[in-house]
């Protein structure tokens, strides 16, 4: 099992391959269907996508507890953000996670920018909300569950799948 | 003549719903454990550990299994001399869902499907009600989270394509789904009647045991048969390869028209989360 700081470096990812189990630790960025298009349309505004160089866990919290920092927080199906990501990978958004099988432009778009997608494991949310040690809003709060979380993680499992 | 007061639905809902977003189904839960005793590939068994840990982190922490604490379905069944009492029922349903998303702190997932503005409460729910006779009143609640819903097919088959081809439309909606539902998964399926009752069939069938038998033996043979060949899809947990893609398969049937054949399939990922309650 190899451990992996979060972002993730682009001579890093080069060492991975596909079913390499990794414990994710340091910095990620929540990110699903509203948030990747506001981010999308940021990109088209300004010519720079938000996030750039981070890592995007594709996924939406419930709500903290009073003492909490977030609820659970599985992952979400990365099909939903399949027409998004060649576009933010070729804006420097090199690193995701979400769930389940992607479509062949994302397999694309990863192999001719040098990133990597892992999958979680989908339906663990109470498991990963015990990976986060904090979180905090960033972009987007009116989209609550959907808004845009800055996580700080540590020994966050999943899987290489795409590489 | 039954009085139910419509306070005793809302608990009951309220309840339910918040005990089923948090504890696993101890029969899902058995057989999670059971795939991983069988699994060989690593990565598999990996996905499965972490799945079993995951109930076990919920059940202790009161932490919903997945954030995804999905669209509530409730099926009433009604008895004909039961007389709700204190308010309309509908409403007392979706109090017991608003109590239990806000005081479970479970996610908002429900909203206007064109405006897409939330409705922050979870509600309303899906409610179907069935007239039964005498005085029961039995509610079954279900939270379905929509990353295996939207797995979920209907086909109108014709006449002639028969057993065969409801084996092929529940096999290609798996196949098709392939990791997207977080398998292994438990299949609905609902056979015969119109096109919405095939639906409501597929989604009623998933209220049964995991460990139950089918009481009409020809669907038991078929049930076990899905299975089966599911289960050499080798789609495996999360879509990692393995030898679990489906925990099981249930059919509910209805006669249908002599030109059709009706088949629906709802998929519930392995987060099992239904219960009912007689009041």
């Not at chain 1, 720079?48 to 009073?66: H, I, N, R, W």
């Not at chain 2, 292994?184 to 399926?189: D, I, Q, R």
């Not at chain 2, 050499?232 to 030898?243: E, F, R, S, T």
């Not at chain 2, 054949?261 to 998929?267: K, Q």
Request: hydrophobic residues 40%.
């Amino acid at each position: 099992m190899k451990r992996i700081s979060t972002p993730i470096d682009k001579e890093i990812i080069k060492t991975l391959k596909k079913g390499d189990i990794v414990l994710l630790s340091g910095t990620m960025y929540t990110a699903r269907d509203a948030a990747h298009k506001k981010m999308l349309d940021i990109l088209r505004n300004t010519g720079e996508v938000p996030l750039k160089g981070q890592t995007l866990y594709y996924a939406g919290p419930c709500p903290p507890k009073p003492q909490e920092c977030v609820g659970s927080i599985g992952p979400t199906s990365s099909y939903r953000m399949d027409d998004y990501t060649p576009i933010f990978l070729e804006n420097g958004i090199l690193s995701t996670i979400g769930k389940g099988q992607r479509a062949q432009k994302v397999h694309d778009a990863i192999k001719k920018y040098g990133g990597v997608h892992f999958d979680a494991i989908g339906g663990a949310g109470a498991y990963y909300k015990s990976c986060v040690t904090s979180c905090e809003t960033v972009f987007f709060p009116e989209l609550g569950a959907e808004a845009v979380y800055k996580l700080e993680i540590k020994d966050f499992p999943c899987i290489v799948s795409i590489v | 003549m039954k009085i139910v007061l419509s306070q005793d639905i809302t608990s009951a809902i309220k309840k339910m719903c918040m005990e089923i977003c948090v504890c696993l189904d101890q029969k899902a839960l058995a057989k999670l454990k059971h795939a991983r005793e069988i699994e060989d590939s690593q990565a598999t068994a990996f996905a499965l550990d972490i799945m079993i840990k995951n109930a076990d982190i919920a059940k202790k922490t009161s932490s919903p299994l997945c954030q995804d604490t999905g669209m509530v379905v409730v099926f009433v069944d009604m008895g004909q001399d039961v007389r709700i009492k204190g308010g309309y029922i509908e409403d007392a349903i979706n109090q017991g869902v608003k109590e239990a998303y806000q005081e479970g702190y479970f996610r908002k997932s429900v909203l206007d499907p064109i405006s897409r503005e939330n409705t922050w409460d979870n509600t309303p729910a899906v409610i179907h009600y069935n007239i039964i006779k005498g005085s029961e009143f039995c509610l079954s609640v279900m939270a379905k989270g929509f990353g295996s819903e939207n797995m979920s097919r209907l086909f109108m088959l014709t006449p002639s394509e028969g057993i065969e081809g409801i084996k092929k439309a529940v096999i290609e909606t798996i196949k098709d789904a392939n990791a997207k539902p977080c398998p292994p998964v438990v299949v609905g399926v609902g056979v015969g009647g119109t096109m919405e009752k095939a639906a409501l069939l597929s989604k009623k069938a998933l209220f049964r045991g995991l460990d139950s038998k089918n009481e009409d033996p020809i669907l038991n043979d078929l049930e076990e048969q899905l299975l089966e060949e599911i289960n050499l899809l080798g789609i495996g947990a999360q879509g990692l390869g393995g030898k679990t893609t489906a925990l099981k398969v249930f059919i509910e049937k209805y006669p249908t028209h002599i030109a059709g054949l009706p088949v629906a399939v709802t998929v519930q990922c392995h987060a099992v989360r239904h219960n009912s309650i007689t009041l």
